[in-house]
């Protein structure tokens, strides 16, 4: 995906290198999937303890893969306060853009998510007045 999106020529992103403060040695492949539930649950019950409870592995560090994140740089002052609407003067000319919490992009962004990333990309449109949808 992040090739995909880097030769799109869609602006207002960028990708940055993730780093790995913990690993932890999960046998998450073992678990029966269709259970409704693990067969262990972590400490406290939250998916999240797995990794902030569990035990620090160094070692597998070197098995980990390089991973990246999506980041879009904040434009405060966009969104409308209280809504989920941004203030078109206020939107720079990219093709994704946000906020703080909310992401909108383009139309033309929309459908290559929808055309492309259906399964992991959800776009709704903004209200009619406004020229893009929020991710």
């Keep these: ?4 999106l880097e030769a799109s020529g869609f602006t207002g992103f960028a990708f940055l290198p ?4 913990k690993t932890v040695l999960i046998n998450w492949t073992d678990w029966e ?3 409704d539930m693990p067969a262990k649950l972590p400490a ?3 998916p999240a303890n797995y990794i902030e ?6 070692e597998l560090l070197t098995q980990m893969p390089a991973v990246w994140a999506l980041h879009v740089p904040a434009n405060p002052g966009l969104q409308i306060e209280g809504t989920a609407r941004f203030d078109p003067a206020k939107a720079p000319e990219t093709d994704i853009f946000r906020s703080y919490g909310l992401i909108w992009v383009t139309a033309r962004m ?3 998510f929808e055309t492309h990333y259906a399964d992991w990309v959800t776009c709704t449109p903004s209200p009619k007045t406004l020229p893009a949808s929020s991710i």
Aim: cysteine-free; proline content about 4%.
């Design 18 to 21: 993730v780093t790995y403060d």
């Design 33 to 35: 999937t269709s259970a």
């Design 110 to 112: 929309a459908t290559f």
């Design 44 to 46: 406290g019950g939250e």
């Design 1 to 4: 995906m992040r090739a995909h």
């Design 53 to 58: 409870r569990g035990k620090h592995a160094p």
